[in-house]
């Protein structure tokens, strides 16, 4: 068994990665951090738990600890729910001194040595861990887009085949995405907020380098463009979005190869029985009746019409987040970086 932490383990990501490792047949959740205040103090005593799921009583006895080079002295590895300022210094940190990072924070993602990855999108990109080893670091980090790109990206996998220039999309984002404190009630009931900060860069920069190509060395950004606009809206838990793309292919063959993709990875804990699912409902997908999907990891896409056109939907803080660097740690250990 790999021993592994979670870092910032009592937010919403961290939480939802107490949630998958608590059980996991492959890691051994050992190492809990939080803030000082909660350091010394056992995990069910400070932990708000806000998640739909029962507690993990499995993970309830650990003993949080402060986020230090002593307190990571014992882990493999760590997955990294932290703020984006925080982030920064101590996942290098911890890398630093030979672990390895799986990181759901926004710090590292483009930098150029460090691997940006949704393992059914490009797996391959994990080349760039020994870019890193190369360079003399000790440990190595791998970074998981932002949820929404996540989304975007998954559902454009089965369309790679298909020469565009031009990508348009439009987010509807649930609230969890903003954390437990992220929208205040009043601002979000009865209401759409069109602007959600850094997300648009974010999705326009971060999906460039997934759909790129590893060349040995480095990531050498896809050929398209990409124009995003995202909305907070009204709901829990799933980001929908509309997606314009200058695909010249007919309907037809696009629901085909949605129906019948097939990822390049295989036998993952994580990994659903699949990973992008057609539904051909005329009003699907939708949050409340499709992010549940494959545990919460399959990302949804319908409506494809002439244009072309779709609409996606996949849980932000599973698919979205804390499983997407899961899956990532999965296909890692299978790599043999652990």
């Given at each position: 068994m790999i021993k592994v932490g979670v870092l910032g383990a009592t937010g919403a990501v961290g939480q939802r990665f107490v949630q998958l490792l608590a059980e996991h047949p492959w890691f051994e959740l050992t190492t809990l951090t939080a803030s000082?205040?909660?350091?010394?103090?056992?995990?069910?005593d400070v932990v708000n738990w806000r998640l739909e799921v029962p507690f993990p009583e499995k993970a309830g006895g650990i003993r949080i600890s402060p986020t230090t080079k002593e307190s990571l002295k014992d882990v493999d590895l760590v997955f990294s729910a932290l703020p984006a300022e925080v982030a920064a210094d101590v996942e290098t940190m911890c890398a630093a001194n030979g672990v390895a990072v799986c990181s759901n924070a926004s710090s590292h993602r483009m930098e150029a040595d460090i691997p940006l990855v949704v393992p059914e999108v490009n797996p391959?990109?994990?080349g760039l861990i020994d870019v890193q080893k190369d360079k003399g670091r000790d440990g190595f980090i791998v970074t998981n887009p932002n949820c929404s790109t996540i989304v975007l990206t998954l559902s454009l996998a089965p369309l790679r085949s298909y020469p565009f220039t031009d990508l348009r999309v439009a987010t509807m984002q649930a609230i969890s995405g903003a954390g437990f404190q992220g929208v205040a009630a009043m601002a979000i009931y009865d209401n759409?907020?069109?602007y959600i900060g850094s997300e648009e860069e974010k999705m326009e920069t971060e999906s460039l380098k997934i759909l790129g190509k590893f060349?040995?060395?480095g990531i050498v950004n896809a050929p398209f463009r990409v124009s995003a606009s995202c909305h907070r809206v009204p709901v829990i838990d799933g980001h929908t979005?509309?997606?314009w793309l200058d695909i010249k292919e007919p309907v037809d063959k696009v629901v085909r190869a949605f129906r019948d993709y097939k990822p390049p990875i295989h036998g993952l804990p994580s990994?659903?029985?699949k990973s992008v699912e057609y539904l051909d409902q005329p009003d699907r997908p939708q949050p409340r009746l499709d992010r549940g999907k494959g545990n919460g990891m399959t990302v949804s896409v319908g409506r494809v019409r002439e244009g072309l056109r779709y609409v996606t939907?996949?849980?932000n803080t599973i698919r979205g987040a804390a499983g997407a660097s899961v899956l990532n740690a999965e296909l890692i250990y299978t790599r043999k970086y652990l």
């Open positions: 000082d205040r909660s350091a010394g103090k056992v995990y069910r391959d990109h994990l759409v907020i069109p060349d040995g060395s979005m509309a997606v990994q659903p029985a939907m996949g849980h």
